[in-house]
């Protein structure tokens, strides 16, 4: 495989860290061109002197001065803000951009890397939750890979390469997070902490309250439309604990594929950046004697209403699941700070599609336009205190 220069949009994170390990891992395939945080900028730093990329850029404009004056004198360029993260994408060297970044401040630069023809190894599943139908047809245009991070997309995408067979259905996987089998009196009052502490993943906290919501597992399933070309009736969802099967794929025939291994980010990860080629790594191997139990529930979609609602958006179209991630993203920011209850965050959400006029085939400006009237909306939610 030719050495691929790679982009790494929120390299300090916890996909854009574990990305690193694995571009540690094998040196003569990989060169890192830009690397970008948000506001970790003494990882970023750290990360700049060990991988010496072309670029690096800090997001927020005030932590400019100590990135530069740390990286003064490396041939480094230090740049800030999000214009710079948007266009730091389209140098010339960059094979593969990695998008790490959390929520939709990740769309921006995935189109503008789109339009460069570059690949996208994409951890950020909100640039198909808000613009799915433009992003695809962008990289469709462009000729463009999309080479999905999340385990889940990842191995539905691993069960079909090398398949020319119709879909039937998919089976994306959900551990249930840590309050699978609660009802809603019993989350009435959950704590931050307590919903912070996933049984088996280690992620960042946005996608951790995500995930314990089963948010998470809604953008999922939109992500999963664009990405396999899939109609809401062919995505399906089940719960199961183990998080050992990944995802399944179901053809014509009724027989099925299913990608499996422990739950180990840099799996996915390394595959993305590697693909269509897999090399041997020292990760742990699973181990059948030592997990001779799996096990699948339907997940309650009653008390845990956000994947109901994420099922809603996507069916009716348009700027829907725009409206519902800027939503969820202003409550979940609201439930980490204590402003708003676990079960509010859904009530807002929910609030959030009712108050906000549907378009049908939105463009750019248009889900712009969506995504910032419904953080607005949602705010202001937050700020009633009816949460």
Known sequence: MEKRNLAILGSTGSVGTQALEVVRSFPERFDISV??????????????????????VILQNDLYSPVEEALSGTGIQVLSGADALSEVVELEQINVVLNAIVGSAGLKP??????KGKDIALANKE???VA??????????HGVKILPVDSEHSAIFQCLVGESNPIEKIYLTASGGPFRGKNRDELLFVTKDQALKHPNWSMGAKITIDSASLMNKGLEVIEAKWLFGLSPEQIDVIIHPQ?????????????????????????????????PKRYANNYPRFDFMAHKELTFERPDMETFHNLKLAYQALREGGNRPCVLNAAN??????FLRGEVSFLGMSEIIEETLCQIKNVDNPNLSDYMACDEESRLVARNLVLSSAY
């Open 110 to 115: 995935t189109i503008n890397a789109i339009q």
């Open 243 to 275: 998080s050992i099967i990944h995802s399944i794929v179901q053809f014509e025939d009724g027989s099925m594929k299913a990608q499996m291994g422990l739950p180990d980010m840099k799996l996915p990860i390394q595959y993305a950046l590697t693909y």
């Open 35 to 56: 690397l970008t945080a948000n506001n970790n900028y003494e990882t970023l730093i750290a990360q700049a002197l060990e991988f010496r990329p072309m670029a690096v």
């Open 329 to 334: 993203e202003i409550a979940v920011e609201a």
């Open 127 to 129: 640039t198909l939750v």
């Open 132 to 141: 799915g139908e433009l992003v695809m047809g962008l990289a469709n245009q």
